[in-house]
């Protein structure tokens, strides 16, 4: 497994001296400390490292939506902190996607409604948002699933509509936080070999944070972080 810097052409996410601090009752916990790497784009890497070592920290950081108290996040030559918190709405909204251990669909509405959230909120017309998340969700073998709302299917199905969803508005990066945890193991794996493939067919950087040994190895390259900092 490769750690640390990657440079070369092609870079679009650089990490710089990213600290991460919370002060509670004067005791200053320290999360984060001085992690730097570059992400090249299409990139398919994965975070590991054991329960509080900081890797969902350190996605949230990457993701905006959470601030380092050291250090820069440079996206595509910009610091992204620097900007303002309307400009990183927009940023998340219209480069970033998410996946999450569970999938926080709105029981409410069908997978359709929900993979074609984000590109309403985005403002996209209602046929194109459909269009774009029928697409994709029968590209992931959910056709016949389109209309049935969460509560009607299975847990790999549910992921998989969450995929779909954090895919809609055909975001450079996608960000997943143990996007496997809490799946059985064959769903796991299958979800974590569609990731890869989607990676592969559509080109998106791909950063996955899991605390899965295996589906980390699998990757091209693992960065692993112990205490806050990476080894």
Known sequence: MNNG?????????RLEGIGKAYVHNSTRTEVLRDVSFSIAR???????GPSGAGKSTLLNIIGTVDQPTAGKVIYGGKDLFSQSNSALA???????????????????????????????????????AEAKARELLE??????RLEHKPGELSGGEQQRVAVARALVMSPEVVLADEPTGNLDTHTGHDVFGLL???????????????????????TPRCVTLVDGAII
């Open 42 to 48: 299409g990139e398919l890497l994965s975070i590991i």
């Open 5 to 13: 810097r990657v440079a070369g052409a092609g870079e679009l996410i």
């Open 90 to 128: 927009e940023f998340r909204n219209r480069k970033l996607g998410f996946i999450f251990q569970f999938h926080h669909l709105l029981p409410e509405f069908t997978a359709l409604e929900n993979t074609m959230m984000p590109a309403r909120i985005a403002g996209l017309d209602l046929k194109t």
């Open 196 to 218: 890869k493939e989607l990676n592969s067919e559509f080109g998106m950087t791909l950063i996955i944070v899991t605390h899965n040994e295996e589906f980390a190895r699998s």
């Open 139 to 144: 590209r992931m073998g959910l056709g016949p």
